[in-house]
């Protein structure tokens, strides 16, 4: 036996593991990927958040009449692109959704790292983003923990109030 653990083995790897984690809003997807860094170190994970992907901000969700449920909300063209270069190692120019604001920042480079997480509403929707993940996972709580998970994190993480939560939920319900 040579000694190498299983964090060893990836990390001398060539090879970039890609692992997609989708669910609804809420449901602990953002939970299991900070378990799986807290496993293989921050050295090793990187994650990209599906929010990025948003095809508008906030205002011009509710301006088109869309939710983030809907993949037409969504720049899935862009996301299948750059998950093809993350897999091959190329570095990407990332957007980045801010929560706060409900705004886009400015993107950064984004370089992956052994371990790529791609964690959102929309990681398993298409076949090519399928093709090119190596392991992938579906979370699906029950409603009513989801639910209670996503009041407390759009509460105390996102700045909105319980009413408005409340009030999302109830809209997204039939998507």
């Known amino acids: 036996m040579d000694g190498k653990n299983f964090k060893d083995t990836i990390a001398a790897s060539p090879y970039i593991f890609t692992i997609g984690v ?8 953002t939970t299991f990927t900070q378990g799986v860094r807290s496993i293989f170190g921050n050295d090793l994970v ?5 929010d990025d992907y948003h095809r508008f901000d906030r205002d011009g969700r509710k301006e088109q009449g869309l939710t983030a449920l809907d993949p037409e909300a969504n720049r899935i063209e862009r996301l299948e692109q750059d998950l093809v270069q993350l897999k091959r190692g190329v570095p ?20 992956p790292k052994k371990i790529l997480i791609l964690e959102g509403l929309h990681t ?34 996102r700045g909105y109030s319980p009413d408005a939560v409340q009030k999302e939920i109830i809209e997204r319900e039939p998507a």
């Open 22 to 29: 989708a669910g609804d809003s809420g449901s602990g997807k």
């Open 46 to 50: 990187s994650t990209i958040t599906l």
């Open 124 to 157: 398993l929707f298409t076949p090519l983003l399928r093709k090119y993940l190596d392991f992938t996972l579906f979370v699906n709580p029950e409603n009513q923990v989801k639910y209670d998970w996503k009041l407390k994190r759009d509460v105390i993480n």
């Open 92 to 111: 990407i120019d990332k957007p980045v959704y801010n929560h706060t604001t409900g705004k886009f920042d400015p993107p950064v480079v984004f370089w």
